[in-house]
């Protein structure tokens, strides 16, 4: 067990042999993850529509009744807050999900952003437990527990309804491991929780899942190329050095941010995030120096790893915009010595089209 | 499980492997259990002086890093290629996949190494903290 932000979590659990098995069960068939941690705030009331598109980057008018997007809380330097997924629950019913490390800042700094709206703000991150069941199979074995028909909701979308025989459960068919999959949100306490999570794993067995624990998270998310708080993105990255466009509409007239970030556009790039996948026998790791050709320090790796399905050693890495062009070389400084790696298109893993 | 009794311990987490004027050196399995998968492993030069107390060497599980300190002093004499190529080796049986052989400097080193016996009460006990 490790401590996470505060929360005791297993890196990995015992049963299913360790990170590389649990990661290959989500990329092959299906696993089984306990993200209580995760922060939820819901935002109601006549404006809160407005005070959504107020605070986060992407276009919160745009999403139906049903239906999430990923987004950002930012400072307004364009920097994050912190990453998050807007789901719309009703009219004027939002439910912002965001990361564990952040949750008391988070939720301080939409109460406090959202003020001026006729809107209540209210932090549900300890009334649920949220749990994602992550892969190929996620849809078969989730189905066995739910009356809801569950290839009905299409990827970022999400419904109520029965889970294990507990009515009106929320169910979203989102993650963070670049697999289709569903988290669901339970009632927090200890034995509804416990319930749900020995019958997912019952049901589980006939597809060969595994429970998951926060390392086989990390390298999912990482081979997807999914930012991670802290490291891809903090509050001194911005929108467009994360590469992170396409989440901002700065169609929009207004939203905290927003002017920094046409500034910046307009002043260009000082450094990007690129993937990497070592040449040479290493493993970059969170925080290891880059370098050019001369040894010169370019930029840093915000993550790095053996991604256990790809069976290459990749990482994710802030460098100058002329070394992001995939076929550059760079250097990763790893114990003191410089070891070759190139840039790769990213994503790393994109899931295959299934029918 | 059982630490084979002709090896010799530290509290680091090593194994030596006696033989005559020199030893092979290996991690624990109690170590790569601390570690899971293990995904790299960095290993000295043939010809490389190891000093004991210092790290030699480098495992790398999906999760962590890991230095490997050299029990004893001497000279490697060989180096377990196959750890490059399949590192999780050392996972399937740590106490067979030696990392480097050596040429011992001071033979008599070995007497200040953990007994299998005692080792098995290092490990225990730090797993009751």
Known sequence: MVDFNGWDMPLEYPAPGGIVAEHNAVRTRVGIFDVSHMGDIRLEGREALAAVEHISMNAASRLAIGQAQYSALLYPQGTFVDDMIVHRLGEDDYLLVINAGTREKDFDWVREHTRQFQSTVRNLSDDFTQIAIQGPRAVDLLQKLSEVKLSGVKFYWLTRGTVCGLPDVLITRTGYTAEDGFEIYVPGDEKTSAMVWEKLLQAGKEFGSAPCGLGARNTLRLEGKLPLYGHEITDTINVWEAGLDRFCKMEKPEFIGRAALEAAKAEGLKRTLVGLEMVDRGIA????????QSGEEIGWVTSGSYAPFLKKNIALAYVPPPFRDPGSTVNVEIRGQGVKARVVPTPFYQ???RP | MAYPSDLRYTKEHEWVKPDGKGAAIGITNHAQELLGDIVFVELPKVGAEITAGKPFGSVESVKAVSDVYAP????????NRELASSPEKINQDAHSAW????????????NSLLSAADYEKFVAEEDSH
């Open chain 2, 72 to 79: 004893i002093s001497g000279t490697v004499t060989e180096v």
């Open chain 1, 351 to 353: 899931r295959p089209k």
């Open chain 2, 99 to 110: 990392m480097v052989k050596i040429a011992l400097k001071n033979p008599a080193e070995l």
């Open chain 1, 285 to 292: 790791r969170d925080g290891y120096k880059v370098l050019d």
